[in-house]
Structures are given as structure tokens and as C-alpha cells.
């Protein structure tokens, strides 16, 4: 049964609302802990979800410039790749399953009257599938289309919009740097998609490399240069390993020293990820909550200490008639520990009962929801064990101290 | 102060000492004192005088400074908080001025509480405590709750409270103190009456009328005995 104010108040408790504020305070403190570490675990997932959602074992190789230390005295020069390269890697590298080469720039493309600067990439046929991604409408890159440098394009639902408003986009007709092109398929819409590489794939239009490569030259070069070399690991090999292969591949082929950081970079989702501060966001929240849960045990432990002191007479007493101090000992740990654990499992009983709510809302995909594992619940337990032992001990030693013959003193 | 019977307690050139803030202070200095059993002890002297402390030792609830304790024989100076706490429960019956009952209990419940320190079990915890309080003639009001009870009524539950565990020794502190003189009078009929047989009652109190009930009076001035009466 649980004891009611007055029931506290006759049993000798200072205070009692001092006493319930604390244990709401413990309450919220052990359920924001177990709320925020739920959150964390389903933030986890979803991070996860939307790696795979930007391609799963997906790795990005960008190339830059030789670095000076390793320029020798013709001084530093930029490198690139050609689609030959991504041909010899796809071709060589044992630990990779797909490699596509990708070109991208921004170009006005235009739409009647309508003229935007879009981010246009030039992709290969394999490009849905290892960006993990498909077209929602019409069809996508073809391999025809790129060995015909077909004048077709795949447009994504934000680049649409502002091209065409709400209007279907499908075989209209677009102008990129002024060279007609034909709208062939809507690309899907990852919300998962937590990676964004230079724009989100909704904000981006996709033509065959071959026909990029024909709109005109870049970098005040003729040359066909691919900016990025994607590539699959297969599930088998370790990132570590297939990118090491890839770069002793591509280091040998183009010249450069294979620890030269400057003129390859790879980059992985995982990378991305985990540069991201957000993953940390809900391990520092459960700290707070820890603190609060400490914070609410030392007001407890106090209260009790407080209410030792007020029965001190009382135990004095008992401890008068016969009482041993391992009894009153015993009786006031378990008095103190036995109210933080009450608060305790009423927190995680509250945060249970939130995650599961918020479960069930109807959130945005993008929304972490919290997911509930048993870890979370040994933490969130362990830290009210811990909050109990100190509300238990506290008032125990007090009470252990009180002299006896306090009984007499008080009644003299 | 010897006595042909046997002896309950004896003190021996007992000492008690404690820090306060103008440096130590002799409470009691060198007491010498042999109880026999059965015998109705009453300890006078004015406040200050150290009746409290003596009392506090003889209870067991504090421990001599210097000098041996001896009770039933065994020396208890320097026993541990657990023995001491063993002899309260079944050797000593206190009987306090201001009664010192939990508000909270019944007077049964509190009569109860020394047998529960004795590890008694509930049934006979029960019955004994209705015994005693039949022997105070409160039977009827057992299941009450004290604060509803007069003063006279709580001291008597407090009597019966000391006698539940049937101690050899009891020890009361200005038991009438806070009653009025009928009451204090009916209270006094009362622990005058119970020390039949082997029970030994040492009172401590400043009223001479009260001390006049006893056996032995002995007269405490600045922590030693100065004057001995017996009846």
C-alpha cells in the first residue's frame, strides 16, 4: 500500500512533500534516463537504416592533389580519374562487388521560362544500385543510354518542384547548360537518407556520364573526369581491407605514394556518420538524467538522515529497550533504500510507458523512436541500486550513532 | 552498604567523566554502591547532581569513565554495544518521567516492544504483553492509542512496558514527575508493590515524600554519595 502524506507524518517523517518532491524528482530522473537511452538505441538503428539507405557498405573515393611533402620538385599537381580507371578497379579489386563513376556540377537547367541552378550528376547504369535507391516514376539510367549519350534525365521530386511545381515531370522537356533533355523518371525520396552528399538526392537531376561529358569540358581540360569513384564492399571483407586494396590499386595506377591522404580520400557513410555529434546527443541527455537521479538520491538520503534526526529520540528508545544496532540499522536501510527504489521503479515504469507511447505516434521516419533493450533497463536499474544503497546507508549510520541514553536526557 | 543478600549490582569506584566546552567535568566521583536483590532503592539529590548519569550506567546505556560495573555478577564496564543491548533487553525494565511511549502504537504494541528485542514471537509477545497490562489494570485498553490515554494511564503502560520481559532490575527516572498527585500517588502504590521476590526497583527522585516509599534511600551531592537511610 503506499503511504499517504499523513501516514508519513505519523509515522514520524519531517516534511513528507520534501519527501514525495524528491521522489518524483528520482521518478523522472530514472525515466528520462531510460527514455533518453531508448532514444539513443533507436537513434543507433535509424543512423544504421539510413547508412543502408545511402548505400549499403557504400564508399566514396574523391581525389585531390599529391601533397608537397611528396611532389618531388615538379611541385604539387591535381589527379583524376577517368571512367578507364573505375574499369581497372572494377576489373582488379577482389574485395569490392560494383564500382560506378559518377561527375557532378552545378548547371542551369531550365523548364520553359524557369531557369535554376541544380546539382547535375553524370551516372553510370549501376548508380540505383549502389546508392541503394530506385526510380519512383518512369524508368532510370540505362546502360543504353550511356553508351548512346542519350539526352535523358531522371530529376528528383525537390529539383521537380521547382522546375515544374506540382506537375508531373515525366517526358517533359528540360534544358541543361542550353542542350535539350527529356525527363524519363522521378527519383525516389529517402527520408532515411541522413547523408548529405553535397545536396539530397531529391535536389539532384541524373543524366548518363557519357552525355555529362559531352555538355562541355571542365576544368579548362578535355578530359572526361570522374569525381567520384563509388564502390561496394562485399559483405564479406572488411571496409578497412577493400579500401586499402582500392588505394594501393589506384596509387600504383596513377602514381602517387599509397599514403599520400591529399590525393585520395575515401570516404564510407559509417565516416559520415560518425563524425556526426548526434549519436553523443542522447548518452550526454542520460547523464543529465543520471545527475538528476543522483541529485533526487542525495535529497532522499537527506530527508532520511533528517527524519533519523527527528526520531532520534525514538531510536533512542528502542535502542533502550533492547534494540540492537544491526536491527535499527537494517530498519532504516531498508526504509531509506526501500522509498528510492519505489521512486526508482516508478521511473522506469514511466519510461517505459513513454517510449511505448511515442512508439506509437505517428512520427516523421526521419524520428528516432525509442527502442527499449535490456541494457537500457540493467543501466537505468543499476543507477537506482546505487541511488538506493546511498539513501540506505545514510540514514542507517545515523541512526546508528544515536546514544542510548538519549532515551533518559530527553525525558529529563 | 553491604548487604547479607545476594547482590544484584555493585559499582565500584565508578567513575564518569565527560568533555564539554569549559574542559572535562566529573559527573560521578568514585561511586561505591552494592544493591541486593528485591530491594526498593531510592537515590535523591538535586538536579545537577549526577542521579541521571548514575542511571544511565546502572541501565547500561552509558559506560563508566573508570571503575567496574558488576551486574548479576558479571562485569559490564567494557562490554560491547550488542552485550549491552542484550542486558537492557532482558535484565533491565526503565520506567521514564515523561512515559516515552510511540505515539503511533497501541499500548499493547508498545508493552510488546522489549519482548520483540528479545526475539519473542508474536503469540507470546501478545499474551505476555496483556499480562502485564492486566497487572497495571489497563487489560481493557490495550488495543488504544496512547496519546488518547491519561497521564496516569501512560505511565501504567509504561510500568507494564518494564515489567513485560520480567527484568530482575528496574530502573525509574521521576516516574511521578509529570502526574499530578493522585495519579502519582496511584503510580508510586504501584512500583512500591511490584518488587516481590528477587525484582529490584532503584528510583530516582528529588520529591522526599516519594523516596520515604523505599528501603534505602541514598543521597547524591556534586557526583558521591553523602548520606544513606534505611527503612
Same mark, same amino acid.
Given at each position: 500500500?503506499?503511504?499517504?502524506?499523513?501516514?508519513?507524518?505519523?509515522?514520524?517523517?519531517?516534511?513528507?512533500?520534501?519527501?514525495?518532491?524528491?521522489?518524483?524528482?528520482?521518478?523522472?530522473?530514472?525515466?528520462?534516463?531510460?527514455?533518453?537511452?531508448?532514444?539513443?538505441?533507436?537513434?543507433?538503428?535509424?543512423?544504421?537504416?539510413?547508412?543502408?539507405?545511402?548505400?549499403?557498405?557504400?564508399?566514396?573515393?574523391?581525389?585531390?592533389?599529391?601533397?608537397?611533402?611528396?611532389?618531388?620538385?615538379?611541385?604539387?599537381?591535381?589527379?583524376?580519374?577517368?571512367?578507364?580507371?573505375?574499369?581497372?578497379?572494377?576489373?582488379?579489386?577482389?574485395?569490392?562487388?560494383?564500382?560506378?563513376?559518377?561527375?557532378?556540377?552545378?548547371?542551369?537547367?531550365?523548364?520553359?521560362?524557369?531557369?535554376?541552378?541544380?546539382?547535375?550528376?553524370?551516372?553510370?547504369?549501376?548508380?540505383?544500385?549502389?546508392?541503394?535507391?530506385?526510380?519512383?516514376?518512369?524508368?532510370?539510367?540505362?546502360?543504353?543510354?550511356?553508351?548512346?549519350?542519350?539526352?535523358?534525365?531522371?530529376?528528383?521530386?525537390?529539383?521537380?518542384?521547382?522546375?515544374?511545381?506540382?506537375?508531373?515531370?515525366?517526358?517533359?522537356?528540360?534544358?541543361?547548360?542550353?542542350?535539350?533533355?527529356?525527363?524519363?523518371?522521378?527519383?525516389?525520396?529517402?527520408?532515411?537518407?541522413?547523408?548529405?552528399?553535397?545536396?539530397?538526392?531529391?535536389?539532384?537531376?541524373?543524366?548518363?556520364?557519357?552525355?555529362?561529358?559531352?555538355?562541355?569540358?571542365?576544368?579548362?581540360?578535355?578530359?572526361?573526369?570522374?569525381?567520384?569513384?563509388?564502390?561496394?564492399?562485399?559483405?564479406?571483407?572488411?571496409?578497412?581491407?577493400?579500401?586499402?586494396?582500392?588505394?594501393?590499386?589506384?596509387?600504383?595506377?596513377?602514381?602517387?605514394?599509397?599514403?599520400?591522404?591529399?590525393?585520395?580520400?575515401?570516404?564510407?557513410?559509417?565516416?559520415?556518420?560518425?563524425?556526426?555529434?548526434?549519436?553523443?546527443?542522447?548518452?550526454?541527455?542520460?547523464?543529465?538524467?543520471?545527475?538528476?537521479?543522483?541529485?533526487?538520491?542525495?535529497?532522499?538520503?537527506?530527508?532520511?538522515?533528517?527524519?533519523?534526526?527527528?526520531?532520534?529520540?525514538?531510536?533512542?528508545?528502542?535502542?533502550?529497550?533492547?534494540?540492537?544496532?544491526?536491527?535499527?540499522?537494517?530498519?532504516?536501510?531498508?526504509?531509506?533504500?526501500?522509498?528510492?527504489?519505489?521512486?526508482?521503479?516508478?521511473?522506469?515504469?514511466?519510461?517505459?510507458?513513454?517510449?511505448?507511447?511515442?512508439?506509437?505516434?505517428?512520427?516523421?521516419?526521419?524520428?528516432?523512436?525509442?527502442?527499449?533493450?535490456?541494457?537500457?533497463?540493467?543501466?537505468?536499474?543499476?543507477?537506482?541500486?546505487?541511488?538506493?544503497?546511498?539513501?540506505?546507508?545514510?540514514?542507517?549510520?545515523?541512526?546508528?550513532?544515536?546514544?542510548?541514553?538519549?532515551?533518559?536526557?530527553?525525558?529529563? | 552498604?553491604?548487604?547479607?543478600?545476594?547482590?544484584?549490582?555493585?559499582?565500584?569506584?565508578?567513575?564518569?567523566?565527560?568533555?564539554?566546552?569549559?574542559?572535562?567535568?566529573?559527573?560521578?566521583?568514585?561511586?561505591?554502591?552494592?544493591?541486593?536483590?528485591?530491594?526498593?532503592?531510592?537515590?535523591?539529590?538535586?538536579?545537577?547532581?549526577?542521579?541521571?548519569?548514575?542511571?544511565?550506567?546502572?541501565?547500561?546505556?552509558?559506560?563508566?569513565?573508570?571503575?567496574?560495573?558488576?551486574?548479576?555478577?558479571?562485569?559490564?564496564?567494557?562490554?560491547?554495544?550488542?552485550?549491552?543491548?542484550?542486558?537492557?533487553?532482558?535484565?533491565?525494565?526503565?520506567?521514564?518521567?515523561?512515559? !516515552? =511511549?510511540? +505515539?503511533?502504537?497501541? %499500548?499493547?504494541?508498545?508493552?510488546? $516492544?522489549?519482548?520483540?528485542?528479545? *526475539?519473542?514471537? #508474536?503469540?507470546?509477545?501478545?499474551?505476555?504483553?496483556?499480562?502485564?497490562?492486566?497487572?497495571?489494570?489497563?487489560?481493557?485498553?490495550?488495543?488504544?492509542?496512547?496519546?488518547?490515554?491519561?497521564?496516569?494511564?501512560?505511565?501504567?503502560?509504561?510500568?507494564?512496558?518494564?515489567?513485560?520481559?520480567?527484568?530482575?532490575?528496574?530502573?525509574?527516572?521521576?516516574?511521578?514527575? !509529570? =502526574?499530578? +498527585?493522585?495519579?502519582? %500517588?496511584?503510580?508510586?502504590?504501584? $512500583?512500591?508493590?511490584?518488587?516481590? *521476590?528477587?525484582? #529490584?526497583?532503584?528510583?530516582?527522585?528529588?520529591?522526599?515524600?516519594?523516596?520515604?516509599?523505599?528501603?534505602?534511600?541514598?543521597?547524591?551531592?556534586?557526583?558521591?554519595?553523602?548520606?544513606?537511610?534505611?527503612?
Amino acid at each position: 500500500m503506499i503511504p499517504t502524506l499523513a501516514d508519513l507524518k505519523a509515522r514520524g517523517f519531517p516534511n513528507p512533500t520534501w519527501l514525495v518532491l524528491s521522489l518524483v524528482g528520482l521518478a523522472v530522473g530514472t525515466s528520462v534516463i531510460v527514455i533518453l537511452l531508448s532514444w539513443g538505441e533507436g537513434l543507433s538503428i535509424a543512423l544504421e537504416e539510413g547508412t543502408n539507405k545511402t548505400g549499403k557498405n557504400l564508399v566514396l573515393c574523391f581525389l585531390g592533389r599529391i601533397s608537397k611533402d611528396r611532389a618531388g620538385p615538379a611541385g604539387p599537381r591535381r589527379i583524376w580519374l577517368t571512367r578507364e580507371d573505375v574499369s581497372f578497379v572494377r576489373r582488379r579489386a577482389r574485395g569490392i562487388e560494383l564500382a560506378v563513376a559518377e561527375s557532378r556540377a552545378w548547371k542551369p537547367v531550365g523548364a520553359g521560362p524557369k531557369s535554376v541552378t541544380i546539382d547535375v550528376r553524370g551516372v553510370e547504369a549501376a548508380i540505383e544500385s549502389i546508392r541503394d535507391t530506385r526510380v519512383v516514376a518512369g524508368r532510370g539510367i540505362s546502360e543504353l543510354d550511356v553508351q548512346r549519350r542519350a539526352a535523358v534525365a531522371v530529376i528528383g521530386s525537390v529539383a521537380s518542384n521547382r522546375l515544374f511545381g506540382s506537375a508531373s515531370p515525366l517526358g517533359e522537356r528540360i534544358e541543361i547548360d542550353g542542350r535539350p533533355f527529356r525527363v524519363v523518371g522521378i527519383l525516389e525520396d529517402p527520408s532515411g537518407d541522413l547523408i548529405r552528399d553535397r545536396t539530397l538526392q531529391s535536389e539532384q537531376v541524373w543524366i548518363p556520364i557519357s552525355t555529362f561529358f559531352s555538355i562541355g569540358p571542365r576544368y579548362g581540360s578535355d578530359i572526361d573526369i570522374v569525381d567520384v569513384l563509388l564502390f561496394r564492399v562485399r559483405s564479406d571483407r572488411p571496409y578497412s581491407e577493400a579500401v586499402r586494396e582500392v588505394r594501393r590499386l589506384l596509387t600504383s595506377r596513377l602514381e602517387v605514394g599509397e599514403h599520400d591522404r591529399d590525393a585520395l580520400q575515401f570516404v564510407t557513410a559509417l565516416d559520415v556518420l560518425r563524425r556526426l555529434p548526434i549519436a553523443a546527443v542522447p548518452r550526454f541527455l542520460a547523464l543529465l538524467g543520471v545527475v538528476a537521479v543522483s541529485i533526487s538520491a542525495i535529497g532522499v538520503s537527506s530527508f532520511m538522515a533528517l527524519s533519523v534526526h527527528a526520531r532520534r529520540h525514538e531510536i533512542a528508545l528502542r535502542k533502550a529497550l533492547g534494540a540492537r544496532e544491526l536491527r535499527l540499522l537494517t530498519r532504516f536501510a531498508a526504509e531509506g533504500g526501500g522509498l528510492t527504489l519505489f521512486g526508482g521503479c516508478l521511473g522506469l515504469l514511466l519510461g517505459l510507458a513513454v517510449c511505448n507511447v511515442i512508439e506509437r505516434l505517428d512520427t516523421p521516419e526521419i524520428l528516432p523512436i525509442p527502442v527499449v533493450q535490456s541494457g537500457v533497463l540493467m543501466i537505468a536499474m543499476g543507477v537506482v541500486a546505487l541511488s538506493a544503497l546511498l539513501t540506505a546507508v545514510v540514514p542507517a549510520y545515523h541512526a546508528v550513532r544515536v546514544d542510548p541514553s538519549a532515551a533518559f536526557r530527553s525525558a529529563s | 552498604m553491604s548487604s547479607s543478600a545476594e547482590p544484584i549490582l555493585e559499582l565500584k569506584k565508578v567513575e564518569k567523566q565527560v568533555r564539554g566546552p569549559f574542559g572535562c567535568l566529573r559527573i560521578l566521583k568514585g561511586i561505591d554502591l552494592i544493591v541486593p536483590r528485591g530491594q526498593f532503592l531510592a537515590v535523591t539529590g538535586p538536579s545537577g547532581s549526577g542521579k541521571t548519569t548514575l542511571l544511565e550506567i546502572l541501565g547500561c546505556l552509558s559506560r563508566p569513565s573508570s571503575g567496574d560495573y558488576l551486574l548479576g555478577g558479571r562485569s559490564v564496564a567494557k562490554a560491547s554495544s550488542n552485550e549491552l543491548a542484550d542486558l537492557r533487553a532482558s535484565s533491565i525494565g526503565f520506567v521514564f518521567q515523561s512515559f !516515552n =511511549l510511540l +505515539a503511533r502504537l497501541t %499500548a499493547r504494541q508498545n508493552v510488546e $516492544l522489549p519482548l520483540a528485542y528479545q *526475539g519473542v514471537p #508474536t503469540a507470546e509477545r501478545q499474551a505476555r504483553a496483556l499480562d502485564a497490562l492486566s497487572a497495571v489494570g489497563l487489560e481493557s485498553r490495550a488495543d488504544h492509542p496512547t496519546p488518547a490515554m491519561s497521564g496516569g494511564e501512560r505511565q501504567r503502560v509504561a510500568i507494564a512496558r518494564a515489567i513485560v520481559g520480567r527484568p530482575p532490575l528496574l530502573l525509574a527516572d521521576e516516574p511521578t514527575g !509529570n =502526574l499530578d +498527585a493522585a495519579n502519582g %500517588a496511584q503510580i508510586l502504590q504501584l $512500583l512500591s508493590s511490584l518488587p516481590v *521476590g528477587r525484582r #529490584t526497583l532503584i528510583m530516582v527522585t528529588h520529591d522526599p515524600q516519594v523516596a520515604a516509599r523505599a528501603d534505602r534511600i541514598m543521597e547524591l551531592r556534586d557526583g558521591e554519595f553523602v548520606a544513606e537511610r534505611c527503612e
